[in-house]
């Protein structure tokens, strides 16, 4: 049974929360804090009364956007404790995705939550308290499930979507996460760039950069200035590295 803090400053979207941990059967008791220093406070008082004391903390569900001290900012005080609660983002932004995960999160939950949603969240925290963390553990990763090769899913809002690989145009990697770039926006997904290199290769997707994979359909333009050269994706111009720079030359020619 996992004893759970949330942390909110808005008092409907903490209200909701502690009603949907609650209801999880894994979570034996839930409280709230209305920001990250009171989150702290309670945290430390947590600590000081030790793993089996009366207001041990096993797991924080945590807003990110909060007034003074915010959620990231909680977050990066707590890898400097010898036994931190896990953590777990709830926020309603995407874009922090990939520092929430550097701090080690356990998961990454967008608003509006949906109870499915916050369920897995649980059972993940729920599997690493009952494994003991070893030295050098990392943040699990989340697995990404292919409905069929043409479509890739992403989390946006709360809600999983298919985006049809043939709409990509280009994929930026982010650390071990990579930007999935579309002429409608772009998605955050924990895939390392090299993976989908690999995985996209016949459907026509060229590595240009270390940071950038790139759909050849969707090249524009090939541009060479003084010895550089770059590529122009729609309205995007992205630089081409050396090594690449013949390899993707030679098959724009051909694909001609």
Sequence with gaps: MLRALAVDDERPSLEELLYLLNADPRIGSAEGAGDATEALRRINRALES????????????????????????????????????????????EDFAVQAFDLKAVDYVLKPVRKERLAEAVRRAAELVRRPAE???????????????DHIPVELGGVTRFVSVEDITHV?????????????????????????????????FVRIHRRHLVALRHIGELRLDAGTVSVLVGSEELQVSRRHARELRDLLMRRT
């Design 135 to 149: 030295p050098g553990d990392q943040a699990p990763r989340i697995p990404v499930h292919e409905p069929d090769p």
């Design 172 to 204: 930026e990697a982010q650390g071990d996460y990579a930007r999935l770039h579309t002429t409608k926006g772009s998605h955050l997904v924990r895939i390392p760039l090299s993976t989908l290199e690999e995985r996209w290769r016949s459907r026509g």
């Design 50 to 93: 030790g793993p089996d004391g009366p207001e041990a903390i096993d797991v924080v569900f945590l807003d990110i956007n909060m007034p003074g001290l915010d959620g990231l900012d909680l977050a990066r005080l707590l890898t400097g404790f010898a036994k931190p609660p896990l953590v777990v983002f709830v926020t309603a932004h």
